[in-house]
């Protein structure tokens, strides 16, 4: 990289990786406060929802929204106070004293502020189906989905404390919540523990791991293979919720901020990293509960915190 | 109270105090996720949003929507998963063992877990016109309104931190700010005065105090007195932001929660104040930015965590 092309380039004010909702609402944030902002997503603007089949519960929207309608409803929200998208792959991030210098595949940025909105996925089951039918029957959110299985089958993949609090929590709606383990007891804690075996909806299955998803238009059928018996059989499911873990998307700067144990990064309250003038916001980030709602709030927190960032700096930009 | 009282109205597991957008939110989270939800509110469903006229920023919404509009439809939101609604003034929260009482005006209740979503209200000016024109012309927020004064004139009623912030952050949108103070120099930290002192939009009105606020159907003109030449005068603007303070709603736990130095409520990040089962949501909390779409987040993280905390503790409820 040479000096000539950073300059051809310079003069953003804040760059945002990623376009799922926390780069969305910063980017509305941000572009209506003044700051001239560029977005950067190497996929599909909208992130993870757009694998969502149905949004209940952003609020304000009481109609049921599809993840793409929301993810549209954003990016038009941001375009109307002109920020600026790139379909590019952020590579690597720099920062050249106060600067920070973005390569992607296509070209070399330089900025003044950088907000991380990478976001997380599901660890995967990788198994045949389940790409096919997420968001028709496969589901990696309780809290986001639960509510739609009423009176119906599903299915919980995994024996930690989350898929064993999911699992509860979808007893409210289901009636009846199969938790599938590999092991023959589950990993979540005794409190947990107790609950969940105290619950008459919950019945499991041990030692097996699904290994395909069928269906026709939704999911139909999970196909067990029972370790310790080496046998092979079908359960009949409206819904299986996934829980085997969840991988923060950290690469471009994980070795440069602070994480917490799973690999989120922690910011302050102002989602500000340890990095001066970079912040995160989403679902990369230390939280309580992953949403878009608090996606968005995250995002717009960062844009805020990034436009008083610059004005406490500009001295040193000039 | 008589325990008659107190049995005749139990069984709530949620009771929400104040229905803003913190509470609305959380109404929806919670009645979604199957909690037996209540909401007081003493005066308008919506709180502080309803008297802004136009609310460009809640992520999702790229029209321009009233305050009224985001309180309808966060209100409908609530409403389609079941959400109670009482219009009454809750005058006292009182714990017994993990029950928490409610006593409005109009009754008495009890409930599992409780949400404080009291918000907080700007300082007034408490001059004539102020009321009148507020939302058309009179804002308390310029991250809210800045940008709907683009190459207009407006007045900064303050002289601290956030007045003086917010005045810079003004002059990116409005072709003069005046900043009008009771003193002859700033309260705000001199990196802030350094700033504001270099930026050439910005005009002093010194040692005066706004006496009143005049127009038509929008603010034309203030009415200042100074204090130093015992002078009155007019000053021509198109919109005044008054920045003298903001106090927080805190009247009913403020002596038994854990307070910041203006009085905020300090929660974990699970949005649980010290008081087991009594959460804490919106501009009531101890926070970083003030808006809609952050009040939403809190109000959604609130309900989640109330309901895992029924759930841990569900046992002793029984």
């Known amino acids: 990289m040479t000096n000539d092309?950073?300059?051809k380039n310079t003069?953003?004010?804040?760059?945002?990786?990623?376009?799922?909702p926390a780069g969305l609402s910063a980017a509305i944030y941000a572009s209506r406060g003044g700051l001239k902002t560029v977005v950067f997503e190497k996929a599909l603007v909208g992130g993870q929802i757009v694998v969502t089949?149905?949004?209940?519960?952003?609020?304000?929207?009481?109609?049921t929204l599809t993840g793409f309608d929301i993810a549209d409803k954003l990016k038009a929200h941001a375009d109307k106070f002109g920020a600026e998208f790139k379909l590019e792959e952020v590579k690597a991030i720099g920062v050249e004293g106060l600067c920070k210098i973005i390569e992607t595949?296509?070209?070399?940025?330089?900025?003044?502020?950088?907000?991380?909105a990478t976001g997380a996925h599901p660890r995967k089951l990788q198994v045949p189906g389940e790409q096919k039918y997420t968001g028709r029957g496969v589901s990696y959110c309780a809290t986001c989905d639960g509510a739609l299985y009423r009176d119906k089958i599903v299915a919980v993949v995994g024996g930690g404390d989350s898929a064993i609090?999911?699992?509860?929590?979808?007893t409210k709606f289901a009636k009846k919540v199969y938790i599938i383990h590999r092991r023959d007891k589950l990993r979540a804690v005794k409190v947990i523990r107790d609950r969940v075996f105290k619950n008459k909806k919950v019945e499991y299955v041990w030692d097996s791991v699904v290994q395909g998803i069928d269906g026709g238009d939704m999911v139909e059928t999970l196909h067990i293979y029972n370790r310790k018996l080496d046998e092979i059989s079908d359960l009949k499911v409206d819904g299986v919720f996934i829980?085997?873990?969840?991988?923060p998307n950290n690469e471009l700067v994980?070795?440069?901020?602070?994480l917490d144990p799973r690999g989120f990064i922690q910011t302050d309250e102002d989602m500000h990293t340890i990095i001066p003038g970079v912040f995160a916001a989403g679902d990369i980030i230390h939280k309580t509960l992953r949403q878009v709602v608090t996606a968005n709030s995250d995002g717009a927190t960062a844009a805020f915190s990034a436009e008083k960032w610059i004005e406490e700096n500009s001295d040193k930009f000039d």
Chains 1, 2 share one sequence.
């Open 5 to 7: 092309e950073v300059i």
């Open 11 to 20: 003069n953003y004010d804040l760059a945002i990786v990623g376009a799922g």
């Open 53 to 63: 089949a149905e949004v209940e519960n952003y609020p304000g929207f009481a109609e």
């Open 105 to 116: 595949d296509k070209g070399t940025y330089s900025t003044k502020s950088v907000i991380i």
């Open 165 to 170: 609090e999911e699992a509860i929590f979808l």
């Open 243 to 247: 829980y085997i873990g969840i991988i």
């Open 254 to 258: 994980e070795s440069r901020v602070e």
